[in-house]
Nanobody, 113 residues
């Protein structure tokens, strides 16, 4: 079973940037970034295919950039122009519709206004 470890979260002011990382214990194919705000359902914000093609959710399009480094079994999420509504715990996993891995602990992103 693939193990996923997310990191890079923190406290940032609105308009700031953060770069999240997700390291997998083995090679991975299609991956997605998710986030879950307190009291809300988990939301998929970006999908990155094994070839590097990326699709974004409308709420983050133009502000977030997903990428991958297969040599490191790592996917990244560069987040810019952050807003308070981006505050959430961020996770990576396979995209919905594919076999999900065990969820990691996630990384908390808090954006202050």
């Amino acid at each position: 079973q693939v193990q996923l470890v997310e990191s890079g979260g923190g406290l940032v002011q609105a308009g700031g940037s953060l770069r999240l990382s997700c390291v997998a214990s083995e090679s991975i194919n299609d991956m997605a970034w998710y986030r879950q705000a307190r009291g809300k359902q988990r939301e998929m914000v970006a999908i990155i295919s094994g070839s590097g093609r990326v699709n974004y959710g409308d709420s983050v399009k133009g502000r977030f950039t997903a990428s991958r480094d297969d040599a490191k079994n790592t996917v990244y999420l560069q987040m810019s122009s952050l807003k308070p509504e981006d505050t959430a715990v961020y996770y990576c996993n396979a995209p919905y519709g594919m076999k999900l891995h065990d969820w990691g602990q996630g990384t908390q992103v808090t954006v202050s206004s």
